[in-house]
């Protein structure tokens, strides 16, 4: 560990967590009780979220890496040139088990009309410039300030204070942790998990960066082309169901071997660990 910085523990990780949560959920409420439309307005709301979760991402690196440069410590490396193209990849194929799980979590736990509603007008594009605005902040904003605070100040802090596995595990579940709707834990679980692991293997942050983007491009794109919708999502028989289960899980074993035999990947991960 370099110079004075304070290591950074499971239970900070979690403090940090629950602390930015209870403040992006407090500056929401504020911000629609001074005006009430922006409860349905996602690009005022991922602004909120960039500004918490950037602050967050500030406060840790204040703390935990004081005397490291901001790009190394969020883990802004290079790696093995495929990394960021298993990470797009990733964030495609990961759709069809998320969504399995999400269906079954539905038809467990339906979602009442009045939270159905709320979703679809979060996601309501009327206008060419509304569209836009919508990609730009579900797809662009929203899963950059994320992977900044997530994969990045709090993986890394905690992967310089321990073990990979740990480091990839606490920050998964606070990942998870930070989102309110409960019902949506079980495929968050996933997304993390298969982010936490690409994230160790890559020893680099932008893999995960490109993962996410994906991801949330994807959701946002079904939605938009009328594939699925709030109300109904997309339907797919278990046989697709089943290849989007193996497909994934096959990309996560060629990161796996990719990144073990790559020198580029190794140093990376030797700079996560502040091996080098």
Do not use: K
């Amino acid at each position: 560990m370099s110079g004075d910085d304070r290591p950074l523990t499971y239970a900070a990780a979690f403090a940090w967590t629950l602390a930015a949560t209870a403040l992006l959920v407090l500056g929401v409420q504020a911000t629609v009780l001074a005006r009430p439309s922006i409860a349905s307005d996602i690009v005022t709301l991922a602004g909120c979220e960039a500004v918490v979760y950037l602050l967050g991402t500030f406060g840790v690196l204040r703390l935990h890496a004081e005397n490291r440069i901001a790009r190394n410590a969020l883990g802004m490396r290079p790696s093995h040139a495929a990394m960021p193209v298993f990470g797009l990849a990733l964030g495609l194929s990961v759709q069809l088990p998320a969504a399995s799980l999400q269906q079954l979590i539905h038809e467990l736990s339906p979602p009442s009309e009045e939270e159905l509603a709320r979703q679809a007008a979060l996601l309501a594009a009327d206008t060419p410039v509304r569209m836009v605005m919508l990609i730009l902040a579900a797809a662009c904003v929203a899963p950059l300030v994320e992977e900044l605070f997530f994969r990045g100040a709090l993986f890394g802090g905690l992967r310089r204070s321990g073990s990979a596995i740990g480091a990839a595990l606490v920050s998964a579940a606070c990942f998870v942790i930070s989102h309110p709707d409960i019902r949506a834990w079980l495929p968050l679980l996933l997304v993390a998990l298969i982010l936490s692991h690409l994230r160790v293997a890559s020893g680099s942050l932008l893999p995960c960066v490109a993962l996410h983007v994906s991801f949330n491009g994807a959701s946002i794109a079904a939605h938009l082309t009328g594939v699925s919708s709030v109300t109904s999502p997309a339907g797919f028989g278990w046989p697709v169901t089943l290849a989007g289960w193996a497909g994934t899980a096959l990309l996560v074993l060629l990161v796996q071997y990719v990144a073990r035999q790559s020198p580029e990947a190794e140093r990376a991960r030797a700079e996560d660990a502040d091996e080098l």
